[in-house]
Each structure stands twice: as C-alpha cells, then as structure tokens.
Nanobody
Framework: QVQLVESGGGLVQPGGSLRLSCAAS????????MGWYRQAPGKQRELVAD???????SYVDSVKGRFTISRDGAKNTVYLQMNSLKPEDTAVYYC????????WGQGTQVTVSS
C-alpha cells in the first residue's frame, strides 16, 4: 500500500508564501507523475500543478508565475512553493501520486486571509 503524507499548510496573509511537501512511502512502482489538487468550499476539486516522472511541470492558469512544483525522485517527495498568495487560493490542498493506480493524501488546509 502507498501512503502520502502532506505538510506545510497554514494561515498566511495575502502576498505571503507557503511551501507544501508530500512524501510518498510504501510499495511504489512506475510513478507517472505527482501533483497537487485543491478544493475550496462549495467548489469542485481542481488540478493545481503536476510534474511528470521526467520532471516536466504543468500548472493551472490561475497559479502560473506564482507557484512552482518540484520533485525529489530519490525521496519520492513532491513540493509546491506558493508565492504571492491570494485569498482565492484558500482551499484544502491534496497531494496525488499517479502510478498504475492513483493515490491521494489526506489534505492540508491553506488559508490566505488578512
């Protein structure tokens, strides 16, 4: 079984920064990509960013230029550096690992508020 443990969420003022981390452990084979989704209250879960096993990132338009996804393959860990945060970035952020099956983390709350 695969486990994903997220950390780094919290409360930050608009314009601030946070760094999310997600460490995967367990029987991990043939990782295609890792990424981050988010879900705000009353909204559908959306893809924020992902990165392929080869290191190619992609982002939703609303975070381009502000968020950076990176990955440490040796540690099976993915990071999301979030800068210039806005109130509309407030959501629960979920880590996902795409392999033969998809595995999800438990989520970490990010709140952007003054």
């Amino acid at each position: 079984q695969v486990q994903l443990v997220e950390s780094g969420g919290g409360l930050v003022q608009p314009g601030g920064s946070l760094r999310l981390s997600c460490a995967a452990s367990g029987s991990i084979f043939s990782i295609h990509a890792m990424g981050w989704y988010r879900q705000a209250p009353g909204k559908q879960r959306e893809l924020v960013a992902d990165i392929t096993d080869g290191g190619v990132p992609s982002y939703v338009d609303s975070v381009k230029g502000r968020f950076t996804i990176s990955r440490d393959g040796a540690k099976n860990t993915v990071y999301l550096q979030m800068n210039s945060l806005k109130p509309e970035d407030t959501a629960v952020y979920y880590c996902v690992l795409h392999a033969v099956h998809n595995f999800w983390g438990q989520g970490t709350q990010v709140t952007v508020s003054s």
